[in-house]
């Protein structure tokens, strides 16, 4: 039977079989893919070593050209340093042949100058006993001058003593000078290097040549140098201290207890030291409290003022303090209060009483007991007192400030008695005489006699002795700056505020100018600060102005005017000053 066979099969084990070829064709071809990629990624590393080896070759390349370069460059400078070495090795042996000349040379003036000590050092001991003698000569006129020296400062102690005693018998208005030290406010705009260099002496014309004498050098471009003296009763140079200052001050303390009235003045332009004298270190707050080195004479004044009374007998002073300023010629109460007891500045007015004397109505006084308490009320009133900016100073006073400080002293009957011996003299004397009798003006210890007999000499028996108390007044006045308009830079109610200023202090120059020169009339009502000031003034008040002047060229006009009213204010006369006796009210 023959063998069957079936087409279909044979067909699919066909293609059974080209699949499997097919299958393993593709694994082939997949893996060779495979390869082929890897290939590609060892060629792209290949590549890249390539790059790199090509970089280094060019980077060695160019290291191995600057090399060439230095080595080049190396062995040129090593050429020319041989060549220098070979010249300074000829230097070398020419100066070694000139050294051994030298040396020969010094050799034989040593020897030459050795022989000359020998023969000098041979005078000096033959003239040696003349040195000792001059020696001697030397030290006796060491010792003479010496002497002189102290018998001239005893003598200028002396002529000071008679000299205030002078001053004090005519009556004259006491002046002193103050010349502050160099501040930066005495630089001006094209002079910001002037610090630095400490104020040269083309730039400081203002000198205190000794205690009494003001140097100052006027000078302008075009004109020879002018030298202007001035002298007052006490001179202080910069470095003179503020504790220095009050001790010239000091003696007026105890004529204030002793029963004369005292007036101190400050006087000068803005920025010359006048706030600082009177007040010392102060600022927007107040005054320090404290007892400071460097405070002015008000505070100092107060503490000397309770210490003088500390030695009288217990609760015979009592005290009083007012504080008032002159501000566009107005005076204003500046320790008035309202209602509720705050501070509140009130406007007074200055009147002339019945006795020729100048009063404030309404002024409030405030009664202490301690310095502290005075500088406390001063304090409140300073805080108040106007102000405003100049190009002179940042926190330059618009007004003139007054401070009375009234001492109030009641007699013992035992210093009643002893004055009551005075007074029977002084009759006595004035019915020889045939005049009216004087009026009596006494001390703290002393208290007023008045006689009930119409004899022409009474006795003690007559005359009983009253007790009533002795008023005496200490104004300490700091006067607002004496620069023109034009050096102050200010405009406006600032400029305004300057006018009455100046005004006030023309007044205050022409009522000296009438005193000076003795005129019946005297113009103190022209001025409020005058009017108020009439007593200290013109009255019998130990009156004492301190004048505070700047150093330098920038304000030697200013500083010529303030010396000029020091000048004036010395030439009055009023008659020597007399005890002040007031009732109390």
């Known amino acids: 039977m023959p063998l069957f066979i079936n087409p279909n099969q044979i067909f699919i084990q066909r293609v059974n079989l080209l699949e499997h070829k097919l299958r393993g064709k593709e694994e082939r071809i997949i893996q060779l893919e ?80 050795l022989n000359k000590v020998i023969a000098a050092s041979c005078k000096i001991q033959d003239c040696s006993v003349d040195v000792n003698k001059l020696q001697a000569q030397v030290l006796d006129l060491e010792r003479s001058l010496q002497e002189e020296k102290n018998k001239y400062k ?26 502050r ?28 040549v000794n205690d009494d004498t003001i140097l100052v ?39 204030l207890l002793d029963g004369y009235n005292v007036c101190i003045m400050a006087y000068g332009q803005t920025g010359s030291g006048k706030t600082h004298t009177m007040i010392g270190p102060h600022s927007e707050n107040g005054f320090r409290t404290g007892e400071l080195p460097e405070e002015g004479v008000i505070p100092k004044a107060t503490r000397e003022l309770f210490s003088l009374i500390s030695k009288k007998s217990p609760g015979s002073h009592s005290i009083e303090v007012s504080v ?71 926190d330059s006073s618009r007004s003139h400030l007054v401070v009375t400080i009234t001492v109030t002293t009641q007699c013992a009957s035992a210093e009643g008695l002893a004055f ?65 308009v034009g050096m102050s830079g200010v405009t406006g109610v600032a400029l305004r505020e300057t006018s009455f200023i100046n005004r006030s202090l023309s007044a205050l120059s022409d009522v000296l100018g009438a005193l000076a020169e003795q005129r019946p009339h005297i113009p103190y009502r022209n001025s409020k600060l005058t009017h108020l000031l009439q007593d200290s003034i013109g009255g019998d008040a ?19 005017q303030s010396l000029g009213f020091g000048t004036r204010a010395r030439q009055v006369q009023r008659g020597q000053p007399r005890k002040k006796l007031t009732k109390s009210k």
């Open 217 to 255: 050098k006027c000078s302008r471009s075009g004109y020879p140098t002018v030298n202007k003296m001035f002298e007052f009763e006490r001179v202080y140079s910069p470095d003179d201290s503020q504790q220095t200052v009050f001790e010239e001050v000091r003696p007026l303390l105890t004529s």
């Open 324 to 394: 008032v300023e002159v501000y566009n010629n107005e005076i204003f109460d500046l320790l008035a209060k309202d209602g509720d007891g705050s501070m509140l500045i009130m406007k007074r007015d200055v009147i002339t009483t019945s006795t020729g004397n100048s009063d404030v109505p309404s002024l409030t006084h405030e009664s202490v007991e301690n310095a502290a308490e005075i500088m406390h009320v001063f304090n409140h009133g300073l805080q108040l007192r106007a102000k405003h900016p100049t190009l002179v100073h940042a």
């Open 420 to 484: 009551s011996l005075q007074s029977v003299r002084q009759e006595s004397l004035s019915h020889r005489s045939r005049r009216q009798p004087p009026k009596l003006r006494v001390t703290d210890e002393q208290t007023m006699i008045r006689s009930r007999s119409p004899s022409p000499r009474p006795s003690l028996t007559e005359l009983p002795v009253l007790h009533k108390p002795v008023k005496t007044k200490l104004q300490l006045v700091d006067l607002a700056g004496s620069e023109c």
């Open 154 to 179: 005893d003598e200028r102690q002396k002529r000071k003593i008679l000299h205030n005693t002078l001053v004090e018998f005519r009556g004259n208005i006491r002046v002193h000078c103050r010349v």
């Open 181 to 208: 030290p160099f501040l930066s406010i005495d630089v001006g705009n094209n002079d910001t290097d002037l610090l630095s260099r400490s104020a040269t002496a083309s730039e400081k014309v203002v000198h205190a």
């Open 34 to 113: 495979t390869e082929n990629a890897l290939l590609h990624l060892k060629l792209a590393e290949c590549y890249g070593k390539l790059g790199r080896n090509n970089e280094e070759e060019a980077y060695i390349s160019s290291l191995y050209q600057v090399q060439l370069n230095h080595n080049k460059n190396t062995n040129l400078f090593l050429n020319g340093l041989f060549k220098e070495v070979q010249v300074l090795k000829q230097n070398l042996r020419d100066l070694s042949s000139i050294y051994a000349g030298f040396s020969k040379e010094l050799e034989q003036q040593s020897k030459n100058f």
């Open 542 to 560: 130990k009156l004492l102005v301190m004048l505070c002047v700047s150093p330098t060229q920038r304000y030697m006009t200013e500083s010529l």
